[in-house]
């Protein structure tokens, strides 16, 4: 999968969890961070914080957007 496409995805996953989650997805999602370290998923621990990290900008972003 190219850079562009993983962008994508990573954009697409976070709408979803702020879709179905509102604010509570970020800290789900640096939950479901948390909890792939503590395996030692690398990989799953890097996708979730990536996913996390775009729904918090998308959340400032609103937040600017919104006063």
Same mark, same amino acid.
């Given at each position: 999968?190219?850079?562009? &496409?993983?962008? *994508?995805?990573?954009?697409?996953?976070?709408?979803?969890?702020?879709? !179905?989650?509102? =604010? $509570? #997805?970020?800290?789900?999602?640096?939950?479901?961070? &948390?909890?792939? *370290?503590?395996?030692?998923?690398?990989?799953?621990?890097?996708?979730? !914080?990536d996913? =996390? $990290? #775009?729904?918090?900008?998308?959340?400032?972003?609103?937040?600017?957007?919104?006063?």
């Open positions: 999968m190219s850079d562009d &496409a993983d962008g *994508e995805a990573v954009e697409r996953v976070a709408r979803q969890f702020i879709e !179905r989650n509102g =604010a $509570d #997805a970020l800290q789900m999602l640096r939950e479901l961070a &948390a909890a792939a *370290e503590d395996i030692h998923d690398a990989i799953s621990a890097k996708a979730w !914080r996913i =996390a $990290d #775009a729904v918090e900008r998308m959340l400032q972003s609103r937040v600017v957007r919104n006063p």
